[in-house]
């Protein structure tokens, strides 16, 4: 009996989709598997030392379903020693991708969009800091007549916002 499900990951801060990745029979437990995946993916950005300096860091939905089809079909085995059996260097018939969500059978459980920003809560205040540091100058700039400058600015706003706990603070 199979049981089909699909997904794709979407970005809703610049509005993007990835392509749709259809599994005949994982399930409703897949959902689990992309929610490792992402926390997984959470530790090695936060290793990284320059945020927006890739497609993955900048959680590209694109990118981030390929890196996520590479992990998923990768043999664990792999990860510890060489890979004998040839099979295991080939994704077998459980997994493919389509353009959307109509492009493939989910028939079972559905589709399922994962909005990367619900996992990246940090990156999404980011931008919505450096958004409202934009508009803020902005108006400082045509109320006073002059650039005030965005660190005078950023420095107001940290006054209001605590990025480390993620807590807005009014």
Known sequence: MRDRISISFTNKIDGTESVTLFSHSDGEGFLDVV???????????????????????????????????????????????EVEEENALHIENNYYVGKDQNDGDNSDNGHHQIELSDYFPSKK?????????????????????IDVGISLISRQLKHFINL?????KL
């Not at 995946?37 to 890739?54: G, M």
């Not at 205040?125 to 007549?145: A, C, P, Q, T």
């Not at 480390?164 to 807005?168: A, G, T």
Request: hydrophobic content about 40%; overall charge negative.
């Open 125 to 145: 205040r980011k931008e919505e800091v450096e958004k409202l540091e934009k508009e803020i100058h902005e108006i400082w700039e045509k109320v006073l007549g």
């Open 35 to 81: 929610k490792e995946y992402l926390c997984e993916l959470q530790l090695f950005l936060s290793k990284e030392t320059t945020w927006e300096a890739t497609p993955l860091a900048r959680l590209e939905p694109a990118t981030v379903m390929v890196d996520f089809i590479k992990w998923i079909t990768m043999p664990m085995e792999a990860e510890f020693e």
């Open 164 to 168: 480390e706990n993620k807590e807005v």
